[in-house]
């Protein structure tokens, strides 16, 4: 097994925007049914997930520079909950640094933010044939609570997702 990697997560602004959409293009390879594909719709992506919750934007960084990042939003309605939730727009991590517990320790700080917000529930919709992420989400406890067209909708308890998050 590989070691996890350590890494220092904070703010993803716009002054990483560049690198961010590079991270975001190479880590979407092979998935692009479920991306943007053209760098102008990446970066209005990070746009809008900076205007909706800029917080909530962070990035994982290693001496390597940005190996990660995820898009979290604790500003979130959910019609299908029918209430305020924690949303987790986008997560993405560097393909050679993958399996290091890098996308785990975003969740991490994204959850506690959430916590701290008073909510209870983090909802996300993945790319049904996007098996990688979808094992990700459930090791963590995440279930299936929906479908729109090729995206599964999952959704787990905000405690019990950071206690598990919290042994690992
Ligand atoms: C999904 C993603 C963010 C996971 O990031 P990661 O840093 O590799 O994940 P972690 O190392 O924190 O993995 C945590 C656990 O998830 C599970 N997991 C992760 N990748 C897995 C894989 N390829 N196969 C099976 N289980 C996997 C494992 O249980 C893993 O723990 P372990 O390595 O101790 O067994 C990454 O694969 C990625 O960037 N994918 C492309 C973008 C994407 O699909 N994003 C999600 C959009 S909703």
Redesign the pocket.
């Known amino acids: ?2 070691r ?1 990697l350590e890494v220092a997560i904070s703010r993803l602004t716009e002054r990483d925007f560049d690198e961010a959409v590079r991270l975001y293009t190479e ?2 390879r092979n ?1 692009e049914l ?2 943007y594909t053209h760098p102008d719709d990446v970066r209005a992506y990070l746009e809008w997930m900076a205007e909706r919750d800029g917080e909530g934007l962070l990035k994982a960084v290693s001496g390597k520079g940005m190996v ?1 990042f995820i898009g979290s939003d604790s500003h979130w309605f959910s019609k299908r909950e029918g209430k305020q939730v924690g949303a ?1 727009h ?6 050679d ?11 991490r700080e994204a959850v506690r933010r959430f916590l701290m917000r008073g909510l209870d529930t983090v909802e ?4 049904d044939g ?4 979808r ?3 459930e ?2 406890g995440f279930k299936e609570s929906g479908r729109y067209n090729y995206w599964i909708r999952m959704k787990a308890d905000i405690q019990k997702l950071l206690q598990k998050l919290e042994q ?1």
């Open positions: 097994m590989k996890s880590g979407y998935l479920y991306a990660g987790i986008e997560l993405v991590v560097t393909p640094l993958r399996r290091r517990g890098i996308g785990r320790e975003l969740i996300l919709w993945v790319g996007n098996t990688v992420a094992k990700f989400y090791k963590l690992s």
